[in-house]
């Protein structure tokens, strides 16, 4: 089959929240979002890995299955490197990868089309890139022809924190036959899989038609494939998005990829879909913990991998994250330092995996810590809570050129505003003003107001809240550009 007559349809799934990376990383911020390796994110550096693929076959703009809460910047981000989503499908609540692969394909499927989907995590990071997309040829003739195929990464250690994937024979194309999906092993097992050269990682890369997984996943799981499809029909078109119905989708049960259909493919010839495994040698990472990013990060000759603003003294093996601040380390051996506005993790780098039971903790005690970062990111820019006490809170508010937050009232605080840089048009009750650098304005508690960014450069102004409530769900919205409800922020 000619390369360039097949369509590749990559599909980036974005839903998860990366736990085991806090603080760092938080729910409505998670790690796909954040540059942890470079200057691009995560889920910019999956978008960008596709160019090149280009010059071989037709490659589509990526379609996109993430949450609600990540909307915004989740298109910023493609946007901003030149990779704007074909599609963004909003889950309402998280259901694991096979009902958002399901979505994808109904969607890639829904006008008659049958694209080769590539279906990429967003958190992953592949080093060379080169030899990603010489796997990809390698199984794209197979997958264009009804195959179903995995991307298996070819073991460097006995890895205990990933799954396995048992091959069988090679292909004319030079993919292997899948024998069998295995569960995440005991040492001991972990070195006999790599002993006997047979196994390779489960790296959660996935190759096939959309009719074909549609076929597979309705055979199945007859549940889910319903589910999905009557919550996709369902769905609603707002702005860029398209908001997956919640009230169909709570029915779906939830699965990933492997489970749902991959570990039972092999067994199912009846269904004429092939299984096959594409080996890759491409320095993969899933970054699945501080460990994981020290592997993959560039390290002095002690073997310390810093980021930010620090400063090591007798210090061997070691992974130092600063956000905001100088952070120093004297003696540190083998330890994982992480350090945001509103948190510092202190870890065993042999006990990362753990980090997940402090989140744990963390959320059964109420804490917002897991879900937001100080600074929050809204798709008229961010704020930053610099200071609070007991009936006061002080933000930071930048606003990007032309964008506005909504026409709004609070019944529990009045604000001041002073604009530090930029050019506010501000509207105070029935009255609009025009601000500049130094001057301000006052909010009383229950006037409906918005602020606006009329100029060409960012828009930077210091909010002091005070009142009885300072709860972010005391908005009334009269108007919005972005289509929120109250409580979106």
């Known amino acids: 089959m000619n390369p360039t007559a097949i369509t590749l349809l990559p599909i980036i799934l974005s839903g998860g929240s990366g736990t085991r990376l806090w603080p760092l990383s938080r729910e409505t911020y998670p790690k796909q979002l954040l540059a942890l390796?470079?200057?691009a994110t995560l889920l910019q550096e999956t978008a960008l890995r596709l160019g090149g693929l280009e010059g071989a076959l037709q490659v589509s703009s990526p379609g996109v299955v993430c949450n609600v809460e990540c909307r915004f910047i989740t298109a910023e981000q493609l946007q901003t490197v030149g990779k704007p989503a074909s599609f963004i499908l909003l889950e309402p609540f998280g259901r694991n990868t096979a009902p958002a692969l399901t979505l994808a394909a109904l969607q890639a499927h829904r006008d008659g089309s049958d694209p080769v989907m590539l279906v990429m995590p967003a958190d992953h990071v592949i080093g060379d890139v080169p030899a990603f997309h010489a796997a990809v040829q390698r199984g794209?003739?197979?997958?264009?022809?009804?195959?179903?195929?995995?991307?298996?990464?070819?073991?460097?250690?006995a890895e205990t924190g990933y799954g396995y994937l048992r091959y069988g024979d090679e292909q004319a194309d030079g993919s292997r036959q899948l024998a069998a999906f295995v569960e995440k092993p005991d040492l001991e097992t972990a070195r006999r899989y790599l002993d006997s050269g047979e196994y390779?990682?489960?790296?959660?890369l996935f190759m096939m038609r959309a009719s074909v997984w549609l076929k597979a996943i309705a055979h199945f799981d007859p549940a889910m494939a319903t589910a999905c499809t009557a919550a996709f029909?369902?769905?609603?078109?707002?702005?860029?998005?398209i908001r997956i119905d919640p009230i169909a989708f709570?029915?779906?049960?939830?699965?990933s990829i492997d489970y749902a259909v991959m570990e039972k493919l092999a067994a199912a010839p009846e269904l004429g879909i092939p299984a096959r495994i594409?080996?890759?040698?491409?320095?993969w990472s899933d970054v699945g913990a501080w460990d994981a990013l020290w592997d993959v990060l560039d390290k002095d000759a002690a073997g310390n991998a810093t980021r930010g603003h620090t400063l090591l003294e007798g210090s061997t093996g070691s992974l130092v994250f600063a956000g905001s601040r100088l952070v120093a380390g004297v003696g540190l051996d083998n330890i994982i330092v992480v350090e945001t506005a509103d948190a510092v993790l202190v870890a065993d780098k042999s006990r990362t995996q753990d980090v997940k039971k402090i989140v744990a903790r963390l959320k059964a005690e109420g804490h917002t810590l897991t879900d937001t970062h100080r600074k929050v990111h809204r798709p008229w820019g961010w704020y930053d809570s610099i200071d609070a006490g007991d009936r006061f809170q002080v933000k930071r508010i930048v606003v990007k050129p032309g964008a506005s937050l909504s026409l709004q009232m609070h019944h529990h605080r009045a604000e001041h505003w002073v604009v530090v840089s930029g050019t506010a048009e501000i509207t105070n009750g029935d009255k609009v003003l025009l601000l500049s650098e130094n001057e301000s304005t006052y909010i009383p508690l229950g006037h409906v107001h918005r602020l606006s960014n009329p100029g060409k450069m960012p828009l930077e102004i210091i909010e002091v809240q005070s009142g009885s409530y300072l709860g972010e769900d005391d908005i009334v919205r009269f108007e919005d550009t972005y289509g929120r409800a109250p409580a979106d922020g």
């Open 200 to 204: 390779l990682w489960n790296s959660g």
């Open 250 to 255: 709570a029915a779906c049960p939830s699965d």
């Open 140 to 157: 794209l003739a197979a997958a264009a022809d009804g195959a179903m195929l995995t991307f298996g990464i070819v073991p460097t250690r």
């Open 278 to 283: 594409v080996p890759l040698d491409a320095n």
């Open 233 to 241: 029909e369902a769905a609603s078109r707002d702005i860029d998005f």
């Open 37 to 39: 390796t470079g200057t």
